[in-house]
RNA sequence: GGUGAGGUGGCUGAGCGGCCGAAAGCGGCGGUUUGCUAAACCGUUGUACGGGCUUAAACCUGUACCCAGGGUUCGAAUCCCUGCCUCACCGCCA
């Protein structure tokens, strides 16, 4: 969340950077939590007076009943005195309450380089790799899929409905070579140390990362109301949440994580988009970059860590796009926001497979993730960041698409050999 | 699910209803010593939110915070209630 002291004394420049979000309510947000500070401060104000008062007169009866002196007459003060203060603590706590729920649902402030606007203010950074050309039509992935009995959409539809696939066979292999392979590359030459985090989180953990209160309003996230836990959406999640409330040593930065996990989106908004084969899913895997980083190495962090995830694509050989997106199409925590998009000839369209994000210290303000700066200063908000490296059903769907050839079978990348144990997937 | 013990600062760990923001140790920071490192010694060291002063910091000052939320009281880390969590043992179970 943003920092309450910042909206009061630099307004201005935060409603500014907030309509780089093209988010209109925004605004009158700002205007309105101003306006509670104000009453806010005004009741701290008045109350702490009081509660000197209290202490002061509380010592000297104290003092005098040592004594044996009468102290009936300021006893009925203290009564009268301690009861404004519950009352005036009770105002302060609901003015507090809807401050806190204000910042909760003010988005992040776009760094300086996020352009203004929407999709067609993105800007692209970089392409890697020449897009394949065919001597024959390719064909999408739930073709080939289904050829190779790699997925079996109808038994997951079965079992639990549809956006749930079943892999079988050469595809669950395949599923489980990329993140395995995914993850000893990132732990291996990328420094990375490996979490298997929980699936499931709790309400706080949902808040610290941004994704409640708006999310769950907006029902997007499977719940388990029995036990009052959430379905993971990312590893995000469970990991950024795994140093919630802590004071961190300036030693131990950078932390850098990678964690496997399934994740779960309902996509309550989007119904009939992109609902072909393995496009957009409500479980599907992911590898997922998470790192805690000092103030000033977040923006060198960031750049690595969208590296990482292109090394991805570059050793599977996948042709992909490095995008910087705009301020209308950046996630709600985020500062800064970069997409990697593969082509898939298939679908003959530009994929989303990971989205490298630099929160500066909203995430940390909101979790509360600190440290203590080697000058033995005061703690600062770490800085957190995130990257999908990568999304899994995506990249399935660009290996066979990019992979396919003219007698149905397709060919895998080198580095996916010795976990698939093979070069050639063959109906 | 049952029973018992317990949740105190960056960490470990004391704490009588007022003299407790809280002993002690560790760690951190500053210094002395030292050719360097280590060690030793001395000093210092919580956070948040207000107010004052200031360009700002420093500083001064008030309040709150000893898991969370209620309650008793003139006054709560300390007493009572509820919840959450941790640990141990038992039961059940992959």
Redesign the pocket.
Known sequence: MLD??RIRLEPDLVRERLAVRGDDGAAGQISRIIEL?DAR?AL??E???L??Q??????Q??EQ?RQGEDTSEQ?AG??EV?DQIRGLDGRL?AIEAEIEDLLLRTPNLPDAAVPRGGEAENQLLREWGEPRHFDFHPRPHWEIAAELGLVDLPAGAKVAGSGFPVFTGMGARLERGLINWMLDLHTREHGYTEISPPFLVNAAAMTGTGQFPKFIEEGDAYQIEQDELYLIPTAEVPVTNMHREE?LDAGRLPITYVAYSPCFRREAGSAGKDTRGLLRLHQFDKVELVRFERTEDSDAAHEALTTHAETILQQLGLPYRTLLLSGGEMGFSNRKQYDIEVWAPGVDRWLEVSSCSNFGDYQARRASIRY?P???G??EFVHTLNGSALALPRTVVALLENGQQADGSVRIPPVLEPYLGTALLTP
């Open positions: 309450l002291k500070d401060r701290i104000g109350g702490d007076a509660k000197a209290r202490n002061t007169v509380s010592q009866i104290g009943k006893l203290m009564r301690s706590r004071l203590r080697a000058s033995g005061k703690p």
